[in-house]
């Protein structure tokens, strides 16, 4: 009786892990987005969990099980919006990041520098970083189970999820700026990391009897080192062989001085796709976009993500860019405010553009043949 207890709870548990995206989620986390007063700042969404986080403006930090037409879990995580989203899938956890440093209330100072750890399914708080000196970076899961990459400035710490802790030394990238983007390989163990200063770090993360250590295996400036070279997003692709950054250009932003509102000069960018062994240009993209703030993707997809604003006849306007990587075409959708965020989910070829506390769905095609990347743009 006991066994077949066990075998029946087994059944469901991997009947769980097993099921899709409710065909009707999307259109019910639209409809609960309607008119909010708290913006959504950031979301990201893990195909494995099937989880889709959101980071609002108010600090707040929404978990959503795509599995389920609405069930979703709201905590209030951070005192400042909520600027950063990771998954830890092994480990069922969701890793978020404040937008700033220490936040006084009267004579009480609460501290949000560090990153918060939490429970995916259940939203407890496991651990949260609090140190005073904390700047708040980049952060990422690593190759290695169990092990993850939290930013500090120009500071890159080890944490361990088994001991709850930082481990090891910090490496610090001393003269190359502020850490903004984070990306990892599996199967060849490559990790990357782009600066504010527009320096690309390619890394290895070794863990033996001493511990777990970074060590700096190349590194590549496309700008040179200067401030607002910002690298603002960084993908691995073809096991860790390729690489497609997307980077404030100042050469564009010099170029289109005149063309540009002031508010949006520092934000021209460039994607590219670099081949890691010789750092030869492959391909780089073209935009609609005349200015970019944030630049994401959803794991394992062959898509970008860029929002920003794009420039019409009488006005600057917000708008959604998804970039495919392997044909290079783009498609751009309509957002109405200049400060949107949207994410994928893979398995309905569905996206959801978030803007003004309301989501709009947007559909994308699927790459049913990949195009090799030797094939002529």
């Known amino acids: 009786m006991v066994r077949c207890l066990g075998m029946l709870l087994l059944l469901v548990a991997l009947t769980a892990c097993a099921k899709g995206i409710d065909e009707d989620f999307t259109q019910a986390f639209v409809d609960a987005n309607r008119g909010l007063d708290d913006d959504a700042w950031t979301a990201a969404y893990s195909p494995e969990m099937k989880l889709l986080a959101v980071g609002r403006e108010s600090g707040r930090l929404e978990l959503w099980d795509a599995?389920?037409?609405?069930?979703?879990?709201?905590?209030?995580?951070?005192?400042?919006?909520?600027?950063?989203?990771?998954?830890?899938?092994?480990?069922?956890?969701?890793?978020?990041?404040?937008?700033?440093?220490?936040?006084?209330?009267?004579?009480?100072?609460?501290?949000?520098?560090?990153?918060?750890?939490?429970?995916?399914?259940?939203?407890?708080?496991?651990?949260?970083?609090?140190?005073?000196?904390?700047?708040?970076?980049?952060?990422?899961?690593?190759?290695?189970?169990?092990?993850?990459?939290?930013?500090?400035?120009?500071?890159?710490?080890?944490?361990?999820?088994?001991?709850?802790a930082l481990v090891g030394d910090p490496l610090r990238l001393q003269g190359d700026g502020g850490i903004r983007a984070i990306d990892w390989d599996a199967a060849s163990g490559t990790i990357v990391a782009g600066t504010d200063k527009g320096m690309i770090v390619?890394?290895?993360?070794?863990?033996?009897?001493?511990?777990?250590?970074?060590?700096?295996?190349?590194?590549?400036?496309?700008?040179?080192?200067?401030?607002?070279?910002?690298?603002?997003?960084?993908?691995?692709?073809?096991?860790?062989?390729?690489?497609?950054?997307?980077?404030?250009?100042?050469?564009?932003?010099?170029?289109?001085?005149?063309?540009?509102?002031?508010?949006?000069?520092?934000?021209?960018?460039?994607?590219?796709?670099?081949?890691?062994?010789?750092?030869?240009?492959?391909?780089?993209?073209?935009?609609?976009?005349?200015?970019?703030?944030?630049?994401?993707?959803?794991?394992?997809?062959?898509?970008?993500?860029?929002a920003g604003v794009a420039g019409g006849t009488a006005k600057v306007e917000g708008k959604v860019e998804l970039v495919d990587l392997r044909s290079g075409v783009s498609w751009l959708y309509k957002a109405n405010t200049t400060h949107a965020t949207a994410v994928l989910l893979p398995q309905t070829r569905e996206g959801l553009v978030l803007q003004n506390g309301r989501a709009t769905r947007i559909r994308y095609l699927d790459q049913s043949e990949k195009v090799p990347w030797s094939a002529p743009r």
């Open 67 to 164: 599995r389920e037409k609405d069930a979703r879990i709201a905590l209030p995580a951070h005192e400042l919006r909520v600027q950063d989203i990771t998954f830890g899938v092994d480990d069922g956890i969701v890793i978020s990041r404040s937008a700033s440093g220490n936040v006084a209330f009267d004579e009480i100072v609460q501290l949000e520098n560090g990153p918060k750890v939490w429970d995916a399914r259940s939203g407890e708080l496991l651990v949260a970083f609090r140190q005073a000196h904390w700047v708040p970076g980049a952060m990422s899961a690593t190759p290695l189970p169990g092990l993850y990459l939290f930013a500090s400035g120009d500071e890159l710490h080890i944490y361990d999820h088994a001991k709850r």
């Open 202 to 306: 390619l890394l290895k993360l070794l863990r033996d009897e001493a511990g777990a250590r970074l060590e700096v295996v190349q590194r590549h400036t496309p700008h040179g080192v200067g401030p607002r070279n910002d690298i603002l997003s960084v993908m691995l692709l073809d096991n860790g062989t390729r690489l497609v950054t997307v980077q404030y250009s100042p050469e564009k932003a010099q170029a289109m001085e005149q063309e540009v509102p002031a508010l949006y000069r520092s934000q021209q960018h460039e994607t590219v796709r670099w081949n890691l062994a010789n750092w030869q240009r492959e391909h780089v993209y073209s935009t609609q976009l005349i200015g970019v703030h944030q630049a994401t993707f959803t794991r394992g997809e062959d898509w970008l993500v860029l």
